[in-house]
T-cell receptor
Framework: QQPVQSPQAVILREGEDAVINCSSS?????VHWYRQKHGEAPVFLMI?????EQKGHEKISASFNEKKQQSSLYLTASQLSYSGTYFC???????????????FGQGTTLQVKP | DAGVIQSPRHEVTEMGQEVTLRCKPI?????LFWYRQTMMRGLELLIY????????DSGMPEDRFSAKMPNASFSTLKIQPSEPRDSAVYFC??????????????FGPGTRLTVT
């Protein structure tokens, strides 16, 4: 039931772009994205609620393809501050056994080098 | 706002001892979540409360774990007796829940538990 994130890790140079994917084996109601820096707590980035919805946060944006049961996080012109581990959290549709809670993926570690 | 407050920040204890982790959610938030994070298992939801009522504790690993939320501003996670495999970082998170949707969660700094 845990969503699958890919890639597991990525190394970038400043200014490069990256895409992190989050896939589920079942229907989703929403997808949440968080970033966690080493030794710190996860910090909220964005929520995608509708199929096909795209949202943006600074130079970080995301899409949610409800039909494909997946979400992608796009990081453009990466900065050193983007380094960290990115987690997607998925929420099941109303009425399901996992209603009202997030199931987090294993995370994708992003390292941005100068 | 001070954010979510957790205590202690670090706890080292011996196997068999009782451990109590504490959490103060953000004022006004009505949902509270306890997570455990390890390298092997990632970020796992243990239990969550809505309006101080436990809704889903299916993630609690076994009867040694218990959680309470006696009021809107305080929650505890207790492990009795503790075992070395309980070593992890435990996060508390709170959010404002309206209707069905899960809103953004604010995480506390975590408690790093080491059981020797």
């Amino acid at each position: 039931q845990q969503p699958v994130q890919s890639p597991q890790a990525v190394i970038l140079r400043e200014g490069e772009d990256a895409v992190i994917n989050c896939s589920s084996s079942k229907a989703l109601y929403s997808v949440h994205w968080y970033r966690q820096k080493h030794g710190e707590a996860p910090v909220f980035l964005m929520i995608l609620l509708k199929g096909g919805e795209q949202k943006g946060h600074e130079k970080i944006s995301a899409s949610f393809n409800e039909k494909k049961q997946q979400s992608s996080l796009y990081l453009t012109a990466s900065q050193l501050s983007y380094s960290g581990t990115y987690f997607c959290g998925t929420e099941d549709p109303p009425g399901s056994s996992n209603t009202g809670k997030l199931i987090f993926g294993q995370g994708t570690t992003l390292q941005v080098k100068p | 706002d001070a954010g979510v407050i957790q205590s202690p920040r670090h706890e080292v204890t011996e196997m068999g001892q009782e451990v109590t982790l504490r959490c103060k959610p953000i004022s006004g938030h009505n949902s509270l979540f306890w997570y455990r994070q390890t390298m092997m298992r990632g970020l796992e939801l243990l239990i969550y409360f809505n309006n101080n009522v436990p809704i889903d504790d299916s993630g609690m690993p076994e009867d040694r774990f218990s959680a309470k939320m006696p009021n809107a501003s305080f929650s505890t996670l207790k492990i009795q007796p503790s075992e070395p495999r309980d070593s992890a970082v435990y996060f508390c998170a709170s959010s404002l829940r309206g209707g069905y949707s899960i809103y953004e969660q604010y995480f506390g700094p975590g408690t790093r538990l080491t059981v020797t």
